[in-house]
C-alpha cells in the first residue's frame, strides 16, 4: 500500500512540468465544485444554480451580471447567466462558457470523496458534466484577480438546458459578446484532449398514415403505415456510413393492437457528419424515399428535419488552438487535437458566428450513477484554462 501511494505520488509529479508551479487553489475549487454538485439542477430546474453562479460572478468584481429570461422560451426554470471582465492587457475578448444543468436529477445526492476521486454512492449522478467546467472557471477568474495576472477581457456565459439539445446557448442574446472566440470548458477526463472539430446534426421525424382496418377480417382495406415504414428504413443505410457520417434511427411509434391495421407511426432519427454537405444529401434523400414509399403505398408521409447545431471545425493554427495548446504544454501535457461525435454549447456558438474550442474538465463515466471527477485531472484542466487564457493576452 506504502508503495503504490509512493506510485501516485511520482505520477503526480511527472504530471506537471518541472518548472511549472500550479497557480489555482485546488482545495478551494474542489469544496467549490462540492457545493455546486449538492445543489438539484437537473429535470429543467436550473434557477438555483443561476442564483448561485451569478452570486459568485458578482462577488469577483464583475462589469456586468445578467441572468436572462430564456426559460420564457424554452420552459423550465432559471436563465443564462452573462457576465462581462474588464482586461488587463490589450488583446481580444476571450469567451468562457460551461452549462450548469445536469442531465439527471440528482436530488438527495450522496457524495463521496478519497484522495483521487469525487463520485456519489451510486443512486444519482454526481452533475460533473458540468460543474467541474463551471468551477474551473470561477476559480480561474478568482486567481486572475488575486494574483494580479494580466489576462483579455473575459465574457462568461453559463448556460440552461444544455442536455435537452443546447437549447440555453440556442436562446442566448449573442449580441451582448464582444468576444469571437472562445472556450467551452466541458470535455471529458483526459486533460489532453482539446476538441477542435465536432458534427453537423440533424434531427428528423417522419410520420406515415396509412388506413386502419381488421387484420383478420377485410386486411385488404387497409394500409399499414409500419410496413411503409419498414420498406423505407429498408432502403436507407443506417450506423457509420463512412469514416466522417453516421445516421440512426433511435424511436419507432405506432400501432394500436396486433388485430388492427396500423395507420400511424412516427420515426425519430438523425444524421451526424463532419461534412455539412453529406448530411444535406442524407436528409434529401431519406426525404424523397420517405414520400415515394408512403405514394407506392396509397399513404401519405410528413417528413419534418430540424438542425440541432453546427458543425465545428477548427484549424491547428487557429489563435485559440494555439494558445491552449501553449497552456497544456506549460503544465507539462502534450495536448491532442481531437474530434467528437457530441455536440457542445460550442456548436451553437458556432452558428452565432463564435469560434469555441472544447477544453476538458476531467469529468468521467459521465450520464452514469457511477460519473466521477478525477482529482488530478480536474486540476491540470484547470490549470490549463488559465495558462491558455494568459497565452490568449500575450
Known amino acids: 500500500m506504502k508503495r503504490f501511494g509512493l506510485l501516485i505520488g511520482v505520477l503526480w509529479c511527472v504530471a506537471w512540468a518541472s518548472d511549472y508551479k500550479p497557480l489555482l487553489n485546488h482545495e478551494r475549487m474542489t469544496a467549490l465544485f462540492i457545493d455546486m454538485a449538492r445543489i438539484e439542477s437537473g429535470s429543467e430546474n436550473e434557477a438555483a444554480m443561476c442564483a448561485f453562479v451569478a452570486k459568485q460572478l458578482r462577488e469577483l468584481g464583475a462589469?456586468?451580471?445578467?441572468?436572462?429570461?430564456?426559460?420564457?422560451?424554452?420552459?423550465?426554470?432559471g436563465g443564462n447567466v452573462f457576465a462581462r471582465f474588464k482586461g488587463t492587457v490589450d488583446a481580444p475578448p476571450l469567451l468562457l462558457n460551461a452549462h450548469v444543468d445536469t442531465v439527471?436529477?440528482?436530488q438527495n445526492i450522496q457524495i463521496v470523496r478519497d484522495e483521487n476521486?469525487?463520485?456519489?454512492?451510486?443512486?444519482?449522478?454526481?452533475?460533473?458534466d458540468n460543474k467541474a467546467g463551471v468551477a474551473i472557471i470561477l476559480e480561474v477568474i478568482r486567481t486572475l484577480k488575486e494574483r494580479n495576472l494580466p489576462h483579455p477581457p473575459l465574457e462568461v456565459v453559463f448556460t440552461i438546458r444544455e442536455e435537452k439539445g443546447l437549447l440555453g446557448a440556442k436562446a442566448f442574446d449573442a449580441s451582448l459578446l464582444k468576444a469571437r472566440t472562445g472556450l467551452v470548458v466541458d470535455g471529458?477526463?483526459?486533460?489532453?484532449a482539446l476538441f477542435v472539430q465536432s458534427p453537423t446534426h440533424w434531427k428528423f421525424e417522419v410520420v406515415f398514415h396509412g388506413k386502419a382496418a381488421h387484420a383478420g377480417a377485410e386486411p385488404e382495406k387497409g394500409r399499414n403505415a409500419i410496413a411503409m415504414a419498414a420498406k423505407a428504413i429498408a432502403q436507407m443505410q443506417w450506423g457509420r456510413l463512412?469514416?466522417?457520417?453516421t445516421a440512426n434511427i433511435g424511436v419507432i411509434e405506432g400501432g394500436q393492437a396486433m388485430n388492427v391495421v396500423p395507420d400511424r407511426v412516427k420515426l425519430v432519427g438523425e444524421f451526424r457528419s463532419f461534412d455539412s454537405a453529406r448530411v444535406k444529401a442524407l436528409t434529401e434523400r431519406w426525404k424523397a424515399l420517405c414520400e415515394q414509399v408512403a405514394q407506392e403505398s396509397e399513404g401519405t408521409v410528413e417528413v419534418n428535419f430540424s438542425q440541432t447545431f453546427e458543425a465545428i471545425r477548427l484549424a491547428p493554427d487557429a489563435p485559440i488552438v494555439q494558445a491552449a495548446v501553449a497552456g497544456l504544454k506549460a503544465v507539462g501535457i502534450e495536448p491532442k487535437l481531437e474530434r467528437t461525435g457530441g455536440g457542445s454549447d460550442a456548436n451553437a456558438f458556432a452558428l452565432k458566428g463564435i469560434q469555441c474550442l472544447v477544453f476538458p474538465t476531467?469529468?468521467?463515466?459521465?450520464?452514469?450513477p457511477q460519473e466521477r471527477l478525477?482529482?488530478?485531472?480536474?486540476?491540470?484542466?484547470?490549470?490549463?484554462?488559465l495558462q491558455t487564457i494568459l497565452h490568449w493576452g500575450r
Open 242 to 245: 463512412d469514416a466522417e457520417t
Open 117 to 128: 476521486e469525487i463520485r456519489t454512492d451510486g443512486s444519482t449522478i454526481l452533475g460533473a
Open 362 to 368: 476531467g469529468a468521467d463515466r459521465i450520464h452514469t
Open 63 to 77: 462589469e456586468v451580471v445578467i441572468v436572462d429570461e430564456a426559460s420564457k422560451q424554452i420552459g423550465g426554470t
Open 104 to 106: 439527471y436529477s440528482t
Open 374 to 385: 478525477i482529482l488530478k485531472n480536474f486540476y491540470l484542466c484547470g490549470e490549463g484554462v
Open 188 to 192: 471529458r477526463e483526459d486533460p489532453s
